[in-house]
């Protein structure tokens, strides 16, 4: 039994981004990551918590309440913490043993929409020791503290074999699960755009993150704001001026194609939120057979697997009857933009790409390469860094003008779409097999329909979050998503490969 925590009193300012997220919660949409680990054999509670207390705490953050206060927020350490206030133990009722996935299910889905005392860390875990066999380990993390990126680096430390967090001054040594975590990166679904956004933002020098710490003026627009980045010097940061030109002309593409970006095509899964959300998820798809469809088609595994998120989408809204033909629907997808062996420093550094989904498209094979031609639009640019720089603008208004600013956002989104890549081998945790890990990110205004994409143990999983007025059964979604493939598979073996 682990002694009580009793951390150092500190106060640290935070950041504008984090607090743009922290003031995005709505009564439609806590921003709250949502998790669940399924374990077997099961796991005590006392095992269960004593892990997360010696762990976790490891972070500063999470022993640490919100300070709100007329221009922001800071972080407070919580004087009063105690564990077993964000270690909990459930059980799920007596009707579910006929149905016990639904009930998790259910249990998630009024998680998700179960706000947080801020008089508190705003995280906590909560562990069902008897589920099927083994033991379900849920999790709620605020945006605010983290993004999901970041909080693979604490997740890890949380397993069998995890290490705690470097030093502030030191570096990760070379054995440590840090340089695991930068190999999980190099397997994410969305490697080619997270790449080369981060070198575009390298190529932007060390002024780049001057010029974004200088946008904290409420009254810019994005073409204002893109003139006072490169007034700052931006462009001096570049090797000449040839590469100053060619960034300026990108950075006015891109600024223009989120600013002008068109309404997606209006579907039942658009529209205004009520204030209950349910949660959906697939089996595993194995990885292998993923990568070979790529390699067949000459596209990324991120283009099979977007593909397959659209064509899902596509089949539920024709089974409700309503008519797809040429509509497509536009998701955020977040996009990392550090690296991942700084990730232990917490907070949110993603930008968001615009990804326009071809719903309408029925041929397979036909929607991949349409989704490879669309994501190969997107590599290289900087809309991703452009909304990274508007949420920390949004991070300085009052919450009156950061709502209205982040609605050019939700009202030409439809989705919210995550990937996060796991290990390649299964994990395990006090003793017993983590055998799935599954999450969901929050949506925010009217936003009512999250997908998210992990590939971890050999499998590729999707799993879906959705408000019930705008999609009551996410199961319906995520029964297509096998169909799709097992499509794509077929029709690409009757591809005539002699010619």
């Not at 919100?66 to 459930?90: K, M, P, Y």
């Not at 259910?106 to 906590?124: F, I, K």
């Not at 960034?247 to 600013?259: C, E, F, T, W």
């Not at 798809?285 to 397959?308: F, Q, T």
Request: charged letters at 20%; hydrophobic letters at 45%; a neutral charge.
């Amino acid at each position: 039994m682990l002694t009580k925590f009793k951390p150092a009193f500190t106060v640290e300012r935070m950041s504008k981004v984090d607090t743009a997220w922290l003031r995005m919660d709505s009564s439609s949409n806590l921003m709250l990551i949502l998790g669940v680990w399924l374990i077997k054999p099961g796991v005590s509670y006392q095992d269960t918590r004593d892990r997360i207390e010696e762990r976790m705490l490891k972070y500063p953050r999470f022993s640490q309440r919100v300070q709100l206060d007329a221009t922001g927020a800071s972080w407070v350490t919580d004087t009063a913490f105690d564990i077993n206030r964000h270690v909990l133990l459930e059980t799920l009722p007596a009707t579910a043993r006929k149905h016990p996935e639904q009930a998790l299910q259910t249990r998630l889905g009024e998680l998700a929409m179960q706000s947080m005392d801020m008089q508190h860390p705003l995280w906590d875990f909560r562990l069902i020791e008897h589920f099927e066999g083994g033991s379900a380990l849920l999790v709620r993390i605020h945006h605010c503290i983290a993004d999901g990126l970041a909080l693979i680096a604490v997740i890890q430390s949380l397993v069998d074999g995890g290490h705690e967090p470097p030093q502030r001054k030191s570096k990760p040594q070379a054995s440590s699960s840090w340089e695991a975590a930068e190999d999980w990166m190099s397997h994410t679904l969305i490697e080619p755009l997270t790449q080369a956004t981060v070198k575009a933002l390298d190529a932007a020098g060390d002024k780049a993150e001057q010029a974004l710490n200088a946008v904290g003026d409420p009254q810019l627009r994005v073409g204002s704001l893109l003139e006072k980045w490169f007034e700052k010097g931006l462009s001096k940061g570049l090797g000449g001026s040839a590469d100053a030109a060619r960034l300026a002309y990108q950075v006015m593409r891109d600024s223009a194609a989120l600013a002008l970006m068109a309404d997606d095509s209006p579907t039942r899964l658009k529209g205004t939120p009520g204030t209950t959300k349910r949660v959906a998820w697939c089996q595993p798809i194995p990885l292998d057979d993923v990568r070979a469809v790529s390699k067949a088609l000459h596209c990324s595994i991120n283009d099979v697997l977007l593909s397959c998120v659209a064509g899902a989408i596509g089949q539920y809204l024709r089974a409700q009857g309503d008519a797809v033909a040429g509509k497509e629907i536009r998701a955020m997808v977040p996009v990392n933009l550090r690296p991942m062996s700084e990730a232990y420093k917490l907070g949110n550094q993603f930008g968001l790409a615009p990804v326009v989904l071809p719903i309408g498209l029925d041929n397979p094979v036909a929607r991949v390469f349409e989704v490879r031609r669309r994501m190969s639009a997107l590599k290289g640019s900087l809309q991703p860094l452009l909304a990274f720089a508007l949420l920390a603008v949004a991070g300085v208004l009052v919450k009156p003008a950061q709502d209205a600013m982040l609605s050019l956002f939700s009202k030409k989104t439809t989705a919210v779409m995550t990937n996060v890549p796991g290990p390649r081998e299964k994990l395990t945790f006090c003793g017993a097999t983590l055998e799935q890990a599954l999450f969901w990110v929050p949506q925010s205004g009217t936003v009512g329909l999250g997908v998210s994409i992990l590939s971890y143990g050999g499998g590729v999983q999707f799993g879906v979050i959705s408000d019930t007025t705008l999609c009551p059964d996410p199961q319906a979604i995520i029964d297509q998503f096998a169909p799709e493939f097992e499509r794509l598979c077929l029709l690409t073996l009757m591809l005539p490969w002699g010619d």
